[in-house]
């Protein structure tokens, strides 16, 4: 028998049927041990453009990973031509490990979970107080998303020229949220982006909001037209405008203290089918351990649940117990409820 290596045997071999020759060939992939390191930028049909050394490539996904697919934010390994030249294109052959993922659903009956953004740190919910009027639902979902793929939440609140954030800020002031509030003409100034860019600093922050609300005006301000040279090109790939965001897009943050803002589509719904609604307590560090006695597959919101009287006894604040409630309750009702 042919022999594909030193330590090869015939479990390492597979036969191709019917095909010419009926050649072997082996299970043993190269380790690419000398792949450059590389993060995904954006994602465009099968296109994929990542920052490698300071310059932005073209890359498609390796064969070999099979079905995985490489989001924004992902850290990934790159072969062949990195030089970024025009009409070149490099391979990934490897997909880091993640460190956070966001995800979501087209609908809350749809089981197909989409992978939004990878590795980012915090998630900045973008609403306006105003003009559209907020949506308490969506943002609670959003939340939701966070929390269950590791991510810090931020909530930003714009035009609060046209409105007071009071009401949000009672709502979600017991989840211990950090939050901006800015107002129309702070965001034509760029006194919101400085304000804002405190809270970025050295982070991926992934930003979501409905259209609208004044999310990509934000995103524009925190990464002036000379930051976005290094993706200057990406919009030549993917042929879109760029003021439009139609998928998700990571840019430089401006600053000395680095970090990366990555605009997402705006979104009219935040399908949570794939949450499994017993990873939401783990965003509560101060009610978990209260879960000790409760009853199996408790939904922390029935008669038997232990939530009740370890607030009782003074381990929490009601008004925790009733934020977990509420964003639990989040999958079974529509944003509009």
Same mark, same amino acid.
């Given at each position: 028998m042919r022999r594909y290596g030193k330590h090869t045997d015939e479990d390492d071999i597979r036969s191709r049927p019917n095909r010419r020759g009926n050649r072997p060939r082996t299970n043993i992939r190269p380790k690419h041990e000398d792949a450059a390191e590389g993060m995904v930028l954006t994602v465009d049909r099968g296109r994929l453009t990542c920052l490698v050394d300071g310059r932005t490539i073209l890359a498609m996904k390796a064969r070999e990973l099979g079905r995985k697919a490489a989001v924004v934010g992902d850290q990934v390994? /790159? +072969? %062949?031509? /990195?030089? %970024?030249?025009?009409?070149? /294109?490099?391979?990934? +052959?490897r997909i880091e490990e993640r460190t956070s993922v966001l995800r979501r659903t087209a609908d809350d009956d749809d089981p197909y979970e989409? +992978? +939004?953004?990878?590795?980012?740190d915090q998630l900045a919910i973008v609403t306006a107080l105003a003009d559209p009027e907020p949506r308490p639902r969506l943002i609670d979902r959003c939340l939701v998303a966070a929390f269950d793929g590791g991510l810090e939440p931020l909530l930003v609140m714009t035009k609060s020229d046209l409105a007071p954030p009071d009401k949000l800020l009672e709502l979600y002031g017991h989840l211990d949220i950090p939050y901006v509030v800015t107002s129309r003409e702070e965001l034509e100034t760029g006194d919101a982006a400085d304000r804002v860019r405190e809270f970025l600093a050295g982070r991926v922050t992934a930003f979501v909001g409905h259209s609208g609300v004044g999310k990509t005006t934000l995103v524009n301000a925190l990464v002036p037209e000379d930051r976005r040279r290094v993706t200057g090109h990406v919009n030549a790939v993917t042929g879109?405008?760029?003021h439009t965001t139609t998928s998700a897009l990571a840019l430089p943050l401006a600053g000395d203290d680095g970090g990366w803002v990555v605009d997402t589509p705006g979104v009219r719904s935040f399908g949570l089918a794939h949450i499994d609604p017993s990873r939401v307590i783990h965003a509560?560090?101060?009610?978990?351990? %209260?879960?000790? %006695?409760?009853?199996?597959a408790c939904s922390h919101d029935e008669p038997d649940c232990a939530l009740d009287a370890w607030v009782a006894d003074g381990h929490a604040d009601p008004a925790r117990l009733y934020s977990l409630r509420r964003l639990l309750a989040t999958r079974e009702r529509t944003e509009g409820d």
């Open positions: 390994a /790159l +072969v %062949g031509d /990195l030089s %970024g030249k025009k009409d070149t /294109l490099a391979r990934i +052959v989409r +992978v +939004v953004v990878a590795n980012a879109r405008g760029r509560f560090p101060d009610l978990e351990p %209260g879960t000790a %006695g409760c009853p199996r």
